[in-house]
């Protein structure tokens, strides 16, 4: 069983930062993909940037170049910063983790578009004013 906990969201002006955290507990330390994905309300929940266990990495082209995601070998923890915010990226922010096993045949950009995660963990909000 994986638990994940995230922390970090708040309120920025455009133009601003903010950097999301992760505190991931159970058997995540290889084999697992692991992202951020957001749902802005009333739009679907949309990948963001996710990574895989050797550090391989999937962006959503609206954040490309602005979102960076990192991964804590020792904790498992995963990171997201998120630079030159606008308020299109308000949105809860979704902490994911799945077993790369079942993404074999959709791989990492697969397991961003498709939107589907084993575990899941409550969000936390991330509003940028303009």
């Known amino acids: 069983q994986v638990q994940l906990v995230e922390s970090g969201g708040g309120t920025v002006q455009a133009g601003g930062s903010l950097r999301l955290s992760c505190a991931a507990s159970?058997?995540?330390?290889?084999?697992?993909?692991m992202g951020w994905f957001r749902q802005a309300p009333g739009k679907r929940r949309e990948g963001v940037v996710v990574?895989?266990?050797?550090?391989?990495?999937a962006h959503a082209e609206s954040v490309r170049g602005r979102f960076t995601i990192s991964q804590d070998n020792a904790t498992n923890n995963l990171y997201l910063q998120m630079n030159y915010l606008q308020p299109e990226d308000t949105a809860m922010y979704y902490c994911?983790?799945?077993?790369?096993?079942?993404?074999?045949?959709?791989?990492?950009?697969?397991?961003?578009?498709?939107?589907?995660?084993?575990?899941w963990g409550q969000g936390t909000q991330v509003t940028v004013s303009s």
């Open positions: 990574i895989d266990s050797d550090g391989r990495r």
């Open positions: 994911a983790a799945d077993p790369a096993s079942r993404w074999y045949r959709y791989g990492l950009r697969g397991y961003l578009a498709r939107v589907e995660s084993t575990y």
């Open positions: 159970g058997h995540t330390d290889s084999g697992y993909y």
